[in-house]
């Protein structure tokens, strides 16, 4: 009998792996996981230059925060985003009638990725998230196996070969199981001689002395108000685990024809939002702003994000997401979510709020067109920092100071060092947040190609664009979604080089991949546009004494002239054009206080001078950057570096502008 058990369970068990392995195998060149902005860009990349790719996505979007509500997009400066990332956003430019734009709804991105995928016919495998890693004794990745998302299981998995793989997810779970090192927390600022790193106690976000934390004001035995722990606060620049916190960028709509009223969610408790209002009590909040960073997009829609002490951000609640399990994660989400929703109710419909701030809430709801298969609301919460992988190089404050700089850069970043807060704790015996840290005032860095790439000793086929390796400073400087499309990008083609070289990802000549990127930027052998800066020394010249400014510039300086000596004089920028043809040139502009009514501009084309006069009402900024590009006209441009560009004070009657040039290809 017992025979005839084991011989009947060892038929089922034979049964069943072979039905497993009929239905799992696939092999590719490319496995790409992670659907984010950057996975979708790595994915495309490596397809257009030739390779198998699949890209495998947890959920059932692709695009991660840049679809998922994060419509204002953090910049810090243009000159930092390059190749396939700037021309995103050129492509959501095109939707709405502009250039480029850094501003706009859910659902055009989520349109534009699509417009990469559909050109590329890139292979996506939804819902399928990682369940095991093999890797041989060489420290090669051999193949994936994943279930999945939506009906986990054995009966579910699938199992992909392939020769490169590429983390792009905000969790580094590939990269965590392929025995990668990683962190997660806040080194001491002692590890790497940082100073910014750690505990903080800063008064960013912070909430005014004086507010009560016990629920009962005045009575510590009646318990800590919902959202303060009873952790005490370290010294300055201390080490820990704590995460910083996350939330979800909130896509709001006041047309009343596109809104869904905001009501009560599940499991909502008024209690949890006692702190704004004791917070309020403080402060003469004239507006939402005073809790809601409150930045408006496109069609009377919102990109809404955490502003204040008290806010969208579900402080403390976090720290087991990185390294917990898919269950855990999702009831970290759904916790997430319940608190937003029920803030934005509380907002709108708790008697004790002040009335106008109630009536100033209540006209926003949840727009009807967008995120429409998800109860109209983000599916994606943001997942500010988890891992961050202990590479071949650590990106530190130093890089983002440009106290050290690394010369194997395959992309660039120029955001401030952002670290939104960790814990809210009681500090002597009042309310207080740490963790919070905005330092800028840097311009652009290069991001090291080691910093993207694990130990050799540890994994050789294995790219992580997204949970690099920095300290958690650096990295609140790098976390931006252009700057993931960016590393993302040269992740693919650093994994390509490796496929032809037959080597590995540690081994690949990292000039030969700058090279690659700077001279096919599209990842299509298109012609290039030209960009001539004020710091390319070559290509400029000038007479007259010009002032260098670093303050809102393109790149990292522009020149100025403020017209007071009553000198004349002029820049020139001569670009080195390889291929003959139209193209539309633009100059870039800061908008300065004090800006000349008019730039007078003279283009050459080889023949003859084009006069041309930038207003100054042409220059319209928008969004987190410092400039916008202008348009001086379509000119017919000859090979080589017969054209310029000259700018110059003549008749201008304010601060005249000389800092980048572009000329952009209008040929095919």
């Not at 400066?77 to 250039?99: E, M, W």
Request: proline share 4%.
């Amino acid at each position: 009998m017992m025979k005839s058990i084991q011989f009947l369970f060892l038929f089922i068990c034979a049964g069943s792996i072979k039905n497993l392995e009929a239905q799992t195998n696939s092999s590719v060149d490319v496995c790409v996981y992670g659907g984010t902005s950057g996975g979708v860009i790595a994915a495309y990349t490596a397809k257009k230059m030739g390779k198998s790719v699949l890209l495998i996505e947890p959920g059932k979007h692709v695009g991660g925060l840049t679809t998922g509500g994060l419509g204002y997009t953090d910049i810090g400066n243009k000159y930092a985003i390059t190749g396939l990332s700037r021309d995103f956003y050129r492509r959501i430019g095109t939707h709405y009638g502009k250039f480029e734009t850094w501003i706009f709804e859910p659902h055009v991105a989520s349109n534009t990725y699509d417009g990469y995928i559909k050109s590329a016919k890139l292979d996506i495998k939804y819902q399928q998230r990682l369940v095991n890693v093999k890797k041989n004794a060489d420290g090669f990745i051999t193949s994936i196996t994943v279930e999945s998302s939506a009906n986990p299981g054995t009966a579910s998995y699938q199992t992909i070969s392939a020769k490169m793989f590429i983390d792009c997810s905000y969790e580094g779970d590939l990269m965590a199981k392929a025995g990668v090192s990683y962190f997660t927390g806040r080194e001491a600022n002692s590890l790497y001689n940082e100073t910014y790193n750690g505990v903080q106690l800063r008064e960013k976000h912070q909430f005014p002395d004086g507010i009560d934390p016990y629920k009962i004001p005045g009575n510590p035995s009646s318990g800590l108000v919902w959202g303060v722990t009873d952790g005490k606060l370290d010294p300055q620049g201390t080490g820990d685990k704590r995460i910083q916190t996350y939330n979800m960028r909130l896509c709001l709509t006041n047309d009343p024809a596109n809104r869904i009223e905001i009501t009560k969610p599940n499991n909502y408790d008024a209690s949890r939002y006692e702190l704004l209002l004791r917070y309020l009590a403080k402060t003469a909040a004239k507006d939402l702003w005073a809790f809601l960073k409150f930045d408006l997009m496109p069609n009377h829609k919102t990109d809404i994000n955490n502003n204040g002490p008290f806010s969208t951000d579900m402080i403390g609640m976090n720290y087991d997401f990185p390294e917990a399990d898919y269950a855990t994660r999702e009831k970290i989400q759904m916790a997430h979510e319940e608190y937003i929703k029920g803030f934005l109710y509380f907002i709108g419909h708790d008697e004790r709020m002040p009335q106008h701030l109630r009536d100033l809430m209540l006209p926003w709801g949840y727009p009807k067109d967008e995120y429409t298969d998800n109860g109209n609301w983000t599916p994606q919460m943001y997942v500010r920092e988890a891992r961050r992988m202990k590479g071949e190089y650590v990106m530190t404050q130093a890089n983002c100071e440009a106290k050290e700089v690394v010369t194997d850069g395959v992309g660039m970043a120029a955001y401030t060092m952002d670290s939104h807060n960790c814990q809210r704790i009681v500090v002597n015996g009042m309310v207080k947040n740490e963790g919070d840290v905005q330092i800028g005032g840097f311009g652009p860095y290069p991001i090291a190609y080691r910093s993207i790439i694990p130990k050799a000793n540890e994994c050789k086929n294995l790219l992580v664009p997204v949970c690099l390796s920095a300290t958690h400073i650096a990295y609140g400087s790098i976390r931006m979604e252009p700057v993931f499309m960016v590393l993302s990008q040269s992740a693919a083609v650093a994994a390509l080089m490796a496929i032809d070289g037959k080597t590995s990802v540690q081994q690949i000549d990292v000039k030969k991949l700058q090279q690659t990127l700077a001279t096919n930027p599209l990842a299509d052998n298109s012609t290039v546009e030209v960009l001539v800066d004020n710091d390319d020394k070559k290509q400029v010249s000038m007479t007259g004494n010009w002032t260098l400014d670093k303050k809102g510039s393109y790149g990292p300086s522009m020149y100025l002239d403020e017209g007071k000596d009553g000198q004349m004089k002029t820049i020139r920028f001569t670009p080195a054009i390889a291929k003959a043809g139209s193209y539309n040139v633009y100059a870039y502009f800061p908008k300065l206080q004090g800006l000349a009514a008019h730039t007078p501009i003279v283009f050459f084309d080889g023949k003859k001078d084009n006069e041309i006069k930038v207003l100054e009402s042409d220059i319209r900024v928008e969004g987190q950057t410092s400039g916008e590009w202008v348009l001086l006209g379509k000119f017919s441009m000859q090979k080589g570096s017969t054209n310029y560009v000259e700018i110059s004070n003549k008749g201008a009657n304010g601060i005249v502008v000389a800092d980048a040039l572009l000329f952009v290809p209008a040929f095919k």
